[in-house]
Antibody, heavy 123, light 108 residues
Framework: QVLLVESGGGVVQPGGSLRLSCAAS????????MQWVRQAPGKGLEWVAF????????YYADSVKGRFAVSRDNSKNTVYLQMNSLRSEDTAVYYC????????????????WGQGTLVTVSS | EIVLTQSPGTLSLSPGERATLFCRAS???????FGWYQQKPGQAPRLLIY???SRAAGIPDRFRGSGSGTDFSLTISRLEPEDFAVYYC?????????FGQGTKVEIK
């Protein structure tokens, strides 16, 4: 079955950096776009970033553009989120998600989600 | 950038009742690129509906999605105890995806 396991969360000071990883298994990783979605404590879902199945295209929410970078290593079935210049408003649970569609260049609906990793930005 | 607005914010109903949730987009969304998710406390969201009206794998047929253009809805025909949760709409299929702010379906 599909399994997505996020790691790398933790406490970081404002202005700091953190890299999240998401290890995927149970499906043809190199054929699916992947996304990051976050949820601040007690709040709703916010889409963060998308990376195409082959890494060719990446898209970002305006709130993180220029600070966050999504990448993937299809040989390791892993997607990453590099987060720089972190702010208090970036505090959230970060979910890694798998696109339902295969071989597609735009973000699709997410039919599998990881359990999430908590990022806390605080001094 | 498309903004999704869900209503109502909270729906208080009893098991067995019918629930109807709404989502309005700030501009037209293609029917193939609209979906709904369910989230229970402490859990990751789960895809319910994609392509406006197609149920995801394992989703019971009491969940029905409909709509077009800027107005979409999710209907739960008869609420089961496990359906009390928060529901999010989503538009996708572009370079900027978006979620609505959520509707909480609570037990009355």
């Amino acid at each position: 079955q599909v399994l997505l396991v996020e790691s790398g969360g933790g406490v970081v000071q404002p202005g700091g950096s953190l890299r999240l990883s998401c290890a995927a298994s149970g499906f043809s990783f190199s054929r699916h776009g992947m996304q990051w979605v976050r949820q601040a404590p007690g709040k709703g879902l916010e889409w963060v970033a998308f990376i195409q199945y082959d890494g060719t295209n990446t898209y970002y929410a305006d709130s993180v553009k220029g600070r966050f970078a999504v990448s993937r290593d299809n040989s390791k079935n892993t997607v990453y989120l590099q987060m720089n210049s972190l702010r208090s408003e970036d505090t959230a649970v970060y979910y890694c998600t798998k696109d339902q569609a295969t071989d597609w260049q735009a973000g699709d609906c997410s039919n599998s989600w990881g359990q999430g990793t908590l990022v806390t930005v605080s001094s | 950038e498309i903004v999704l607005t869900q209503s109502p914010g909270t729906l208080s109903l009893s098991p067995g009742e019918r629930a109807t949730l709404f989502c309005r987009a700030s501009q037209s969304v293609g029917s193939a690129f609209f979906g709904w998710y369910q989230q229970k406390p402490g859990q990751a969201p789960r895809l319910l509906i994609y392509g406006t009206s197609s149920r995801a794998a394992g989703i019971p047929d009491r969940f029905r999605g409909s709509g077009s253009g800027t107005d979409f809805s999710l209907t739960i025909s008869r609420l089961e105890p496990e359906d009390f949760a928060v529901y999010y709409c989503q538009q996708y299929g572009s370079s900027h995806l978006a979620f609505g702010q959520g509707t909480k379906v609570e037990i009355k």
